[in-house]
């Protein structure tokens, strides 16, 4: 009998430790794995109609991916910033595949490259993307614009001052509030108005 007790018990151990870790992975792949929660608990919008229909399947994974990095913002924000700078990467102006626009601009998110480099320096890229991270890359440079809104006030949950931050154009934030509105299918909250086009 006593050959037996701690063979039973060291089962039993194993048991548990084998279960403790399944519930560790399992809620570590749950949150990573839900584009519609943020390590703050901030739920995600859905993607409106207008989203699905305007935004390409791969830039919306990338905004859904990136956004819950940083709570308190949205994958729609992300989302607006992408349309109003390159049309989702589609723009054939200059900088937005190679190069730099007027301002020394350059990628699908329109990063100066010495602010790439200072946000890539900060926040480590998650794989995915290329190697060394590129702004011209939509992984590299739509998680770089996450951390970057993050850095500039989206984690206090100064939507607004983050957005100001990427540009100081009052009407650039109105026009990224109005387009992550229409991608979030609201007309409230941070997102406070809907665009028509």
């Known amino acids: 009998m006593s050959l037996r007790t701690p063979r039973y018990g060291l089962f039993?151990?194993?048991?548990?430790?084998?279960?403790?870790?399944?519930?560790?992975?399992?809620?570590?792949?749950?949150?990573?794995?839900?584009?519609?929660?943020?390590?703050?608990g901030f739920r995600q919008s859905q993607p409106s109609s207008s989203a699905l229909t305007d935004i390409p399947a791969n830039f919306l994974a990338l905004y859904r991916s990136a956004a819950p990095t940083c709570s308190n913002l949205d994958w729609s924000i992300l989302?607006?910033?992408?349309?109003?700078?390159?049309?989702?990467?589609?723009?054939?102006l200059p900088g937005v595949s190679s190069g730099e626009n007027f301002a020394g601009a350059g990628?699908?998110?329109?990063?100066?490259?010495?602010t790439f480099d200072g946000v890539v320096s900060q926040h480590p890229i998650p794989s995915g993307g290329s190697t060394p991270p590129s702004r011209y890359n939509a992984h590299d440079a739509i998680f770089a614009a996450a951390d970057y809104l993050c850095d500039s006030?989206?984690?206090r949950g100064d939507v607004s001052a983050a957005i100001l931050t990427y540009n100081h154009s009052e009407q650039y934030l109105n026009d990224v509030m109005a387009r992550a509105a229409s991608?979030?299918?609201?007309?409230?909250?941070?997102?406070?108005?809907a665009t028509t086009d």
Do not use: C, N
């Open 12 to 40: 039993v151990v194993l048991l548990a430790v084998l279960f403790t870790m399944s519930a560790a992975v399992s809620e570590y792949w749950q949150a990573h794995a839900d584009p519609e929660q943020t390590t703050a």
């Open 79 to 92: 989302a607006g910033i992408g349309k109003i700078e390159t049309d989702h990467g589609r723009a054939t």
């Open 107 to 114: 990628g699908p998110m329109q990063f100066l490259q010495p």
């Open 153 to 155: 006030g989206a984690s």
């Open 183 to 193: 991608y979030a299918g609201t007309t409230g909250g941070t997102t406070s108005a």
